[in-house]
């Protein structure tokens, strides 16, 4: 008795101290837990990713099994999500469409947060010239419309996954740069940037040990918000020809081909048309709760 | 006169200004100071009177611009820190010199655990693993009276009294050979600020630290110094031993100082404070900057340079009116 009460208290201790060095994560965590359609999001990314990776697997037809005899079938207990007008499953079609969609989204948004905020931190921290001209620079991608931008480089470049990617990503850099700039200028006049700086620590040092992990939170959560807007383009750049080719499964070139079927077979654009919104919500909804979480003081 | 050997740090005619568009504001007007090694100097002022600015200036963290060192020497072990190229100077704070700041509150890291804050300065200046900067990291925290158990807490989750203890531990880390104390007791509350400034007493005692404590409190200077010097407007208008400044106290604006002390001795009905305000530091007046809250200014005072008296040896006073 008196030896399971001494590995009660032990237990609570080291419970204590664990759950003290948790804590900062923890606290995000369970804030965010509470946010119940964040969660739902959530889990919707999961199977999508789930999807993406798994898709030979969990796909009941190949992506090109073409079959003239069932073509642009009505959703049925065989095609749920009915058949193309090549006689292709859309719904393996949108299983496998998910992997370029997801790929441009994650690789362009790394992209283009590494370097926005790599050029937000050295105008930032810098100012003066250096901030100027980098500044500018931003001005000027943001001066013209996003998509316009998507597009030009896009038809520059030309298609392919790559290009998609970089198409993509470009246009966001703007976001990174400025938000990553407004946090650094507050940042660096804080007391603790000038105590770094007295026990002997340099810029670099101090940029990357003291002043990107406390805008981390507000870099996370435009990452999040902006992997929608990435999935967008991407689909917007296919569906105009600009993008992923056929037949490579896509859910932008996918709603393209069907366009002019639209009228007599709604699945065909129907099912790829919802997925997109359905993605980007989820995106959307899950970076605002990551924002709630991670700063309850922006939460109305 | 003293021996040369050992003066750790000497400041010779000092001049720092802020320079904003047209406006110069003159933060630090000519100052003059020794520190010995192992002693302890308290450079008292009112808010504004060029302390901090003084405290940067010795560890080369002037915000630039607005700030310049316009003039003056600052010899640390011999050395010009002014002249010092960025990269030496590196290798001298945190290490020979370091600093602890008024508020614990905004002085830590938020996101970054106490222990790794403690550990960083170690870690950049000498040559260890981690784990053994972690491990002098958490003994210095035991020497401050926290438990090293709480090496991965974040500064949110200590209190103020606390967290002024880490800033301190990650001061003396290195153990340099001068603490630079910026009113380390201001932002804590009565109860804590005694513990604190035994706390820095006793570690500078054994460490063998010298110390330049800036204060606006002159009790604690009594406590902890061994020679104070008084600042008004960027200039050490009074600059002696604890015996001079506090028994043979000669600048009126000293005396005015200790007039606007509560005193248990004697039985005085009201506090005496000085008239008026600080004249501006962007628009100084000629002549002894204190003249115009001074009662014993006369037309001499309001013009040309006012010389610095020694009134004994190691007693200046900056004042035409105590010269004698």
């Not at chain 1, 007008?85 to 998910?98: K, M, N, Q, T, V």
């Not at chain 1, 690789?107 to 100012?127: D, L």
């Not at chain 2, 003066?7 to 504001?25: Q, S």
């Not at chain 2, 630090?28 to 504004?48: D, F, H, R």
Request: glycine content about 8%; proline content about 5%; overall charge neutral.
């Amino acid at each position: 008795m008196n030896n399971k009460n001494s590995t009660d208290t032990t237990v609570a201790y080291s419970n204590e101290i664990f759950g003290r060095k948790k804590s900062l994560l923890k606290e995000v965590w369970e804030r965010f837990l509470k946010n119940k359609p964040a969660i739902v999001c959530l889990f919707i990314i999961a199977l999508l990713i789930i999807c993406a990776v798994f898709a030979e697997q969990i796909a009941p037809y190949g992506p090109d099994d073409q079959d003239l005899t069932r073509k642009l079938q009505l959703p049925s207990l065989k095609f749920p999500f009915g058949t193309d007008e090549y006689g292709r499953d859309i719904l393996s079609r949108i299983i496998y469409g998910a992997r370029p969609s997801l790929l441009v989204a994650a690789v362009s948004v790394t992209f283009s947060c590494i370097a926005g905020t790599f050029i937000g931190c050295v105008a930032g921290y810098y100012g003066n010239i250096v901030d100027n001209s980098f500044m500018r620079l931003i001005d000027i991608i943001q001066a013209i419309p996003s998509m316009m931008l998507a597009i030009s480089i896009a038809a520059m470049l030309g298609s392919g996954l790559g290009n998609v990617m970089i198409a993509v990503g470009i246009g966001t850099i703007p976001n990174y740069a400025r938000l990553v700039r407004a946090s650094i200028l507050s940042l660096k006049e804080q007391e603790f940037i000038e105590a770094a700086r007295s026990v002997g620590a340099g810029n670099i040092h101090i940029i990357f040990r003291h002043i990107l992990p406390n805008c981390l939170a507000p870099i996370i959560v435009q990452a999040t918000m902006s992997i929608g807007a990435a999935i967008t383009a991407a689909a917007g750049l296919s569906f105009i020809g600009l993008g992923i080719m056929p037949p490579t499964p896509e859910w932008g070139s996918m709603l393209s081909s069907g366009r002019a079927l639209m009228r007599r077979y709604w699945h065909v654009v129907t099912f790829p048309g919802l997925m997109i919104m359905m993605t980007v919500f989820s995106f959307n909804i899950l970076g605002d709760g990551l924002r709630d979480a991670m700063d309850p003081r922006l939460k109305k | 006169m003293q021996d040369k050997n050992r003066i750790l740090l000497e400041i010779e005619n000092l001049v720092v200004h802020y320079i904003t568009g047209k406006t110069v504001v003159k933060a630090v007007n000519g100052i003059s100071l020794q520190i010995e090694k192992g002693e302890a100097l308290g450079l008292v002022g009112e808010t504004g009177a060029g302390k901090t600015t003084t405290a940067y200036s010795i560890m080369q963290i002037i915000p630039d611009p607005p700030g310049k060192i316009i003039d003056g020497k600052i010899l640390f072990e011999g050395e010009d820190l002014n002249k010092l190229p960025e990269r030496e100077m590196k290798k001298v704070r945190g290490n020979k010199i370091s600093m602890i700041f008024q508020d614990p509150m905004t002085a830590l890291n938020p996101v970054m655990e106490v222990g790794t804050q403690i550990a960083e300065g170690i870690r950049l200046h000498e040559h260890v693993s981690k784990s053994e900067a972690n491990i002098k990291a958490m003994q210095i925290m035991e020497k401050v009276g926290i438990s090293a158990e709480r090496f991965s807490d974040y500064p949110h989750q200590f209190s103020g009294g606390m967290k002024q203890r880490i800033v301190i531990a990650i001061a003396l880390a290195c153990h340099p050979a001068l603490l630079i104390a910026d009113e380390p007791t201001t932002a804590l509350d009565v109860t804590i600020q005694a513990q604190v400034l035994s706390l820095i007493e006793k570690l500078q005692k054994e460490m063998d630290t010298s110390m330049l404590l800036i204060t606006h409190d002159l009790g604690v200077v009594t406590e902890i110094c061994q020679k104070a010097a008084i600042m008004y407007a960027g200039e050490i208008v009074e600059y002696g031993t604890l015996e001079h400044i506090y028994n043979n106290t000669r600048h009126p604006y000293t005396i005015g100082l200790f007039g606007s002390l509560p005193n248990f001795t004697d039985n005085v009905r009201r506090l005496k404070p000085i008239k008026g305000m600080m004249s501006d530091p962007s628009n100084l007046p000629d002549g002894c900057f204190f003249a115009p809250r001074c009662p014993h200014a006369t037309e001499v005072c309001r013009n040309g340079q006012i010389p610095v008296i020694e009134l004994e040896p190691g007693h200046l006073v900056k004042c035409l009116k105590c010269g004698y």
